[in-house]
């Protein structure tokens, strides 16, 4: 069976970093689109980031361009989200999931496989 198991949230100080860790298992990996999500409180699930099967081609949302970079280990099973600069309104539950789609997508509606998230809270 698919096992997504993120790891690597916490509490920082704005300005501050983290890097959050998915582990894979159960699926041919390196076959699936990978993508970061988020749900901060009484908001909408949203699109974070997300990488090519190879790891070749990424895709960030307007709102953590330039601060967060998403990355790949397909030897690992693994994939990363390098966060840096965090702001008090990057605090939300961060998801992990998988899509068998052959390019990257934004929409959750497009990913099967889902982890059972990670918090993070950057405060002010």
């Known amino acids: 069976q698919v096992q997504l198991v993120e790891s690597g949230g916490g509490l920082v100080q704005a300005g501050e970093s983290l890097r959050l860790s998915c582990a894979a298992s159960?699926?041919?990996?390196?076959?699936?689109?990978m993508g970061w999500f988020r749900q901060g409180p009484g908001k909408e699930r949203e699109f974070v980031a997300a990488?090519?099967?190879?790891?070749?081609?990424?895709y960030y949302a307007d709102s953590v361009k330039g601060r967060f970079t998403i990355s790949r280990d397909n030897a690992k099973n693994m994939v990363y989200l390098q966060m840096n600069s965090l702001k008090p309104e990057d605090t939300a539950v961060y998801y992990c999931?998988?899509?068998?789609?052959?390019?990257?997508?934004?929409?959750?509606?497009?990913?099967?496989?889902w982890g059972q998230g990670t918090q993070v809270t950057a405060s002010s």
């Open positions: 990488i090519s099967w190879s790891g070749g081609n990424t």
């Open positions: 159960g699926l041919t990996f390196s076959s699936y689109v």
């Open positions: 999931a998988a899509s068998p789609r052959l390019t990257i997508r934004t929409s959750s509606n497009e990913y099967n496989y």
